[in-house]
């Protein structure tokens, strides 16, 4: 069911907990900015989330509200997972969904990256 994003932080959504260690998960990458875990329900060969520490809904909070500093550890962060995991040659994907038509499901930011295989066309519409 996709969120609104205009409402306030919940500090109970899946992925607040994820970062509380409250729940478990596969663990990629963390520095003081970011976490990034592997998604539970991989769309591609890799499928990897990022995101930020800070308490933002979506990319339109975090871009409206987030410190330059908390931008910038994040950014960076997202980069430094995709060359991690090895996927700047040959490319991958990233993705942040925002609200309903975005269809954005967990309502704490989440860049999604995809790679490992040939992603297709850019949109699939239903
Ligand atoms: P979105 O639709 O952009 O909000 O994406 C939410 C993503 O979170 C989906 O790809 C889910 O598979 C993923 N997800 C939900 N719960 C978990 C979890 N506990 N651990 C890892 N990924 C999760």
């Given at each position: 069911m996709p969120i609104d994003p205009t409402l306030p932080y919940n500090d109970e959504n899946i992925f607040a907990k994820i970062l509380r260690g409250e729940i478990p998960s596969n663990k990629v990458y963390e520095d003081d900015w970011a976490f990034a875990f592997e998604d539970?329900?991989?769309?591609?060969e890799i499928h990897t989330l990022v995101i930020p520490?800070?308490?933002?809904?979506s990319w339109d909070d975090f871009s409206a509200k987030a410190s330059n500093e908390e931008i910038g550890g994040f950014v960076r962060a997202v980069g430094e997972v995709a060359r991690m995991k090895g996927l700047v040659e040959p490319g991958f994907r990233m993705m942040a969904n925002i609200g309903a038509h975005g269809g954005q499901e967990v309502p704490h930011l989440h860049v999604h990256i995809f790679g490992g295989?040939?992603?297709?066309?850019m949109i699939c519409k239903k």
């Open positions: 539970i329900n991989p769309q591609a520490k800070g308490r933002y809904v295989e040939p992603l297709g066309p």
